[in-house]
Structure formats: C-alpha cells, structure tokens
C-alpha cells in the first residue's frame, strides 16, 4: 500500500512537472489592470506591469500617452479617481503590509492612509474626503472608512450584517 501511494505521489509529480497546474495557470499574464476613468473622461489610470512589480500609470486614450506615477519595488494596485480628478487614492504592498495611499495625479504628494497589519484592498472614493475601503482587521472582511486630512477609521459594517 505504501508502495503503491509513493508511486502515485511520484507519478502525479512528474505529471504536474510536465504539464503544470490549473490552479497556477489561469489565463495570460497580467499587463495592464484595474483601469478607472478620471471623472471628465479625459483620462485613465490603471496599474501595469514595470519589471517585477506594478505601478500606476496616467494615460490619454485617445493618444495613448502614458505617464507613470508610482515608482518603487512594491506593487502599486486598484487605483479610483477622486471627485475632482485631483488625486488617486491606491493600494500598496509596502513593507510586507498593504495598505491604502492617496497620491496627486501628477505623482506628488504621497500620503499613506492605513497602517495596519491586515489587508486594506479597494479603495473608493466617496465624497471629496472620505475613502471607504474592504479589510480582513475583523473576523471577515469588512467596509471600513477612513477620512482625509486626520485619518480617522470608521467601520461602517460587521459580521452580523448590521452597520454599526
């Protein structure tokens, strides 16, 4: 019998070897990702692949110019336009975190808005002054708020589906 198991594992190791996994082959690679349109039209911003890592890029659609505005060894990800089209709000993995960060569309004037230990994914505009925002800091995922300038984080849902 433990024969037969061991020459199993072997065999199906060969085969995952050869042929690969389904699991980690789920389509072509990604590129260009997560695109949001600036509130006038004019613009799109998207994460895309620079190297290893992702960062955020500005681009015209109509003349394809791109122009980057992350630029650091960690990806950059998930970005939406503020009301105004003045900035980006965005998720970085940072320092083994991710986290949310508001950035002006121009690249400057980088702010980082959670610091937590858990994940802070999905950052969405809400309001010229609010970001409202999924996080695993509970027992599940949840939508938390977090306010600009002062960073002060509301939960605005719990695991009993009850706003609190």
Not at 20 to 39: A, E, R, Y
Not at 60 to 67: A, Q, Y
Not at 72 to 93: A, H, Y
């Amino acid at each position: 019998m433990k024969r037969l198991l061991l020459l199993g594992l072997l065999v199906g190791g060969l085969i995952f070897s050869l042929t690969g996994c389904s699991l980690f082959n789920q389509g072509p690679d990604i590129q260009n990702w997560q695109p949001s349109v600036k509130p006038d039209g004019n613009e799109i911003v998207f994460s895309s692949k620079d190297g290893n890592d992702f960062e955020l890029y500005v681009m015209n659609p109509e003349t394809g110019e791109r122009t980057k505005i992350t630029d650091n060894k960690s990806d950059d990800w998930g970005p939406d336009w503020g009301p105004e089209g003045e900035r980006l709000v965005f998720v970085s993995q940072r320092n083994d975190n991710t986290d949310i960060y508001v950035i002006d569309a121009n690249g400057g004037n980088e702010k980082r808005l959670t610091e937590n230990k858990s994940q802070d994914v999905n950052p969405r505009w809400n309001g010229s002054s609010d970001v409202v925002f999924n996080s695993d800091r509970t027992d599940s995922w949840q939508i938390f708020s977090v306010s600009l300038p002062d960073k002060d984080l509301t939960q605005i849902t719990s695991s009993t589906g009850k706003e609190e």
